[in-house]
């Protein structure tokens, strides 16, 4: 005898057939997870709670797609994830790899900073060191970095 529960009532559990998957406790518009077609299970081991399904048409099954699909209030939407936001420091420490880049050119060119790119790289520390709590965007790089 199995735990698993076979879906031979899943007309009685799911009244409609099709049904897509979504994080419950997300602030929607949140990703569509899954596409399930609960009269076509053998099992409904690796079917989310019913909390976490919406029942969508036969139409909206048939035009299903990988991604850009979300639910809002019950129903399929648009869905573009949002920007991941990067903190200023982190885009210091960033712009510190380009930085680093750069100084290694010129070292290896025979250059050296222009005192434009010399005060940059000065503000770009401050921010991605703590030291610079009052900016809220990098500085502008300078045109001309080395002489």
């Known amino acids: 005898m199995t735990d698993t529960p076979l879906v031979a009532s899943a007309a009685t559990r799911y009244p409609e057939r099709y049904y897509v998957s979504f994080d419950s406790a997300s602030v ?24 976490n399904l919406v029942a969508i048409t036969p139409e909206e099954w048939g035009a ?58 000065d503000a770009i520390q401050a921010i991605a060191n703590g030291t610079d709590t009052t900016s809220t965007a990098l500085p502008a790089r300078p045109s001309v970095i080395m002489a």
């Open 64 to 121: 299903r797609q990988l991604s850009g699909v979300g639910v809002q209030e019950g129903k399929l939407v648009a869905y573009t994830p949002p920007v991941p936001k990067v903190s200023l420091p982190t885009q210091a420490q960033n712009e510190l790899t380009w930085i680093y880049t750069q100084g290694n050119l010129a070292a290896a060119s025979g250059k050296k900073f222009t005192d434009a790119m010399k005060v940059y790289v």
């Open 28 to 51: 929607q518009p949140t990703p569509v997870l899954g596409w399930f077609d609960m009269w076509d299970m053998s099992n409904l081991v690796n079917v989310p709670s019913q909390g």
